[in-house]
């Protein structure tokens, strides 16, 4: 009954014979196209310069087909690989050199990048393509796409169109549009592996990029949700993603990136931090400077956010019992007299002992001043219409975790214990581990943003999800941003954030099998695709892990990470042929990319070869289309042996 409701539904759609008949030969057609590529990148961290390189150079994907369809030299190369990535800057690079560029050069340019522009879209369909394509000059592009070179009518038919374009001017015009296609091509489905924000400067400008791409997906990150929390308002994570903007030197993103009025927490700075000088609030200024004065203000600011931040978390601890963080309520374990931090029977020295707004008493209490700053901050986070754009599309583009053809993603852990089983946690009675454990924080997550369902205590997950110890976005045991501030070097062994189990046990093939598993993915087939923990390939650590089983592509975009991983990111591609696992080496700008072309930006290898090569059928899409098949032939049979008829208008 259902399904006999479902092909009269169908029917609407597709009312006789021919109409049906064309559909199943379309999708039938398409099955066998090849499988689409895939992109991955992770921990962006604000680094809009480099993540917009690695998305316009499709990590390496545009050479290598340059590689495939010419035999140019290194030169050549560059330029017409720099002429796709930046067609507008290299145009004008180009015409400053007068004598370079005349009709020859356009006709060879045009030729170039109609081939590549055939050869990228030649896996889509047609239907997707004219999607694609500038209206302005849809039609034309169109038509030199299909047009196939084997007859002399053909190519004379090219060459002409390629010849008017030049001659009316519009040569440009088509090499901006049709590189444009190239890029967009090149990739069909773009996952980002979390984190977003914080360290970098620009999260707002790679924001942008997201929302305008046309497949992507998000897997939150510990930092994404920081801000995802921070934009409903819950306060102890907007002080967080406030202290973390000052901590890495990003006042201007708040104020112009964001917009958002600083000048209440300066004003409680100057009023109670303003002749201190502590380094260690001092922002940390990578690649960029910033003069003295705003360097003091700025720590200042840094500090008072930072007190702010350790009494609404010490609040919160308590008013949260099951989040069994009480490890982290430092406030009430110092002597204020004697500056001294009590821990396990330990004496402690502060380092800084200036807590003037502190009450000894009653350490988590905010004082009137600080509560006007955050109420104001919390304001200006939840009444910000770009912020509240921003975040929207990363709860409705993201999730916990992504199944997605045969592979598994998620930026953090499935935390486990020392021995390999699941981690379990109780929460709001009821016991979670593994799989259910990463949905039931997918719920919440939900939830908290839900229009229905706006729960101050869904958010509160959202701050135990940021630093939590079960946290499988946060992986650790504790994060020791206090002690970092506060205790002296000489007692680092404070510092010590310990990683979940996970982390060590994912060298083994069985325990990343496992948790396909526990996700119903075949380990055969599927791999497991990490974030989150920077792989310091400098000292000889490998991003892959379990034998082939999990990649772990953060190399650490962020430049605050280059020190310490030796490169400047992975990123991954999954093509109808192979997996390949792209190092790259830190993106200087854009000029210098101008300049001396791409040579040397990166290096490859490929972690998994597909013989014989992925076919749309192999895919999700292609499961979906085979259902689609099966019931289109019902339909056909239906209207053949007459239990449904058909319609002609
Ligand atoms: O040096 P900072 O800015 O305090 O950052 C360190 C903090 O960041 C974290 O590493 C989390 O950020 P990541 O997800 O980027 O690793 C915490 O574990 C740690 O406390
Ligand atoms: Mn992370």
């Known amino acids: 009954m259902e399904a006999e409701k479902y092909l009269e539904l169908l029917s609407e759609n597709f009312p006789n014979i021919p109409a049906v008949s064309t559909e199943i030969i379309n999708l039938k057609a398409i099955l066998n196209l090849p499988k689409s590529t895939e992109h991955f990148l992770t921990d962006l961290h604000a680094e809009d310069e480099a993540f917009q390189y690695m998305l316009k150079t499709a990590s390496g994907v545009i050479e290598y087909k340059i590689d495939q369809a010419f035999d140019l030299s290194q030169a050549e190369k560059n330029e017409l690989a720099t002429l796709i990535f930046y067609p507008e800057e290299k145009l004008e690079k180009l015409k400053a050199n007068q004598a370079k560029l005349g009709a020859a050069e356009y006709q060879k340019f045009l030729n170039q990048i109609i081939k590549l522009s055939k050869d990228v879209s030649s896996i889509y369909t047609r239907s997707k393509v004219r999607k694609a394509l500038p209206e302005e000059f849809a039609y034309i592009i169109e038509e030199l796409l299909h047009l196939k070179k084997d007859s002399k009518n053909k190519k004379d038919y090219h060459d002409q169109i390629v010849k008017t374009i030049i001659e009316i001017g519009q040569a440009e015009n088509f090499i901006i549009s049709l590189a444009q296609l190239i890029q967009t091509f090149a990739v069909d489905k773009l996952h980002i592996v979390g984190d977003i924000f914080d360290r970098g400067p620009n999260p707002h400008k790679i924001m942008d990029v997201l929302k305008n791409h046309h497949d992507v997906d998000l897997q939150w990150g510990n930092h994404d949700i920081l801000w995802m929390g921070a934009g409903l308002g819950q306060k102890a994570l907007i002080a967080t993603a406030v202290r973390i903007s000052l901590r890495y030197g990003n006042l201007e993103l708040l104020e112009e990136g964001y917009r958002i009025n600083m000048r209440p927490l300066a004003r409680l700075a100057r009023n109670y931090y303003q002749d201190f000088k502590g380094e260690i609030f001092c922002p940390k200024l990578i690649e960029r400077d910033i003069n003295d004065q705003d360097k003091d203000i700025s720590a200042q600011m840094q500090k008072a956010i930072a007190i702010i931040q350790f009494k609404l978390e010490g609040q919160l601890i308590k008013s949260r019992p099951e989040f069994k963080m009480n490890e982290a309520l430092y406030l009430e374990k110092i002597d204020y007299k004697r500056g001294i931090l009590t821990l396990n029977e330990q004496e402690y020295p502060l380092i800084d002992n200036h807590f003037p707004t502190i009450d000894p008493k009653n350490p988590y209490q905010l004082n009137e001043q600080e509560q006007e700053v955050i109420d104001h901050l919390s304001n200006s986070f939840q009444n910000n219409d770009r912020l509240q754009e921003d975040i929207r599309f990363i709860f409705n583009n993201g999730s916990m975790y992504k199944k997605y053809n045969g592979n598994l993603l998620f930026h953090g852990c499935v935390p486990l214990k020392q021995n390999g089983d699941f981690a379990e946690i109780e929460v709001e009675a009821k016991k979670v581990k593994g799989k259910k454990l990463l949905d039931f924080f997918q719920d919440v997550v939900r939830h908290s943003y839900s229009t229905k369902t706006k729960r101050k205590d869904k958010r509160d997950w959202l701050w135990y999800l940021w630093r939590g110890e079960y946290s499988p976005l946060f992986g650790k045991d504790r994060m020791t941003t206090f ?163 058909e319609k002609y208008n």
């Open 483 to 645: 002690l970092r501030y506060f205790t002296d070097e000489d007692d680092k062994e404070l510092y010590q954030e310990n990683k979940n189990p996970y982390y060590s046990l994912r060298e083994k093939e069985e325990i990343c099998n496992k948790i396909l598993k526990e996700f119903e993915m075949d380990p055969e087939q599927g791999v497991i695709i990490n974030g989150h923990t920077p792989v310091e390939e400098k000292r000889g650590e490998s991003p892959i892990k379990g034998q082939g089983k999990l990649l772990v592509i953060d190399g650490g975009i962020s430049a605050a990470y280059h020190k310490k991983t030796g490169i400047a990111g992975y990123t991954l591609i999954y093509s109808d042929s192979e997996m390949r696992l792209i190092s790259h080496k830190p993106f200087v700008s854009k000029a210098e990319v101008l300049k001396k072309g791409t040579k040397d930006t990166l290096a490859s290898k490929v972690v998994k070869k597909f013989e014989p090569a992925k076919k749309i059928s192999d895919t999700d899409i292609g499961i979906k289309l085979k259902d689609d098949i099966k019931y289109l032939e019902k339909l056909l049979k239906a209207y053949q042996n007459g239990t449904i008829k």
